[in-house]
């Protein structure tokens, strides 16, 4: 009869948690691309814009269309100013999800790493256990023979 293994509520909380920080993760990485999609977005617009401001200023333009574009691409550039922002702190909530990640991976790897020894300890008394008992049989019926 194989002992359970006597960490295995460490082994499965472990579990647990590698997975809740690779699903963070995950969640964490999509967050970040979104923000890089938004900022690719805005800077995008602003050239488009601003190659519309480009033309129409070359067509001749009142001082009020001229403020008025010029006020609308001063926002844009704080839009995009802050959306780097955004990215920059989704990055490094990324970066630090992943180093959470890896720590829960390599606690995990080091309990299943104790797992896996007692799964091998208990198969080799098992196959000790039963080759004794072969053993024990095949002594018997050559004493019976013998008798």
């Known amino acids: 009869m ?20 690779t699903q963070k993760l995950a969640r964490l990485i ?27 200023a070359q067509q001749g333009m009142s001082p009020l269309q001229w403020k008025n574009f010029q006020d609308f691409l001063n926002r844009l550039d704080d839009a995009i100013s802050q959306q780097r922002l955004v ?12 180093s959470h990640w890896q720590e829960q991976r390599i606690r995990l790897k080091a309990i299943d790493t104790l797992s896996d020894r007692h799964r091998a300890v208990e ?15 095949a002594a018997r019926k050559r004493r019976d023979e013998e008798s």
Do not use: C, W
């Open 30 to 56: 999509a967050a970040e691309q979104d923000a890089k999609a938004k900022l690719d977005l805005l800077s995008q617009y602003r050239e488009e814009y601003a190659r519309r401001f480009q033309t129409t």
């Open 2 to 21: 194989t002992k359970p293994f006597s960490l295995q509520a460490v082994l499965d909380l472990m579990q647990n948690r590698a997975d809740e920080a």
């Open 123 to 137: 198969l080799s008394l098992e196959l000790r256990r039963e080759q004794k008992l072969t053993d024990e049989i």
């Open 87 to 98: 990215v920059a702190h989704s990055s490094n909530n990324t970066a630090a999800g992943q």
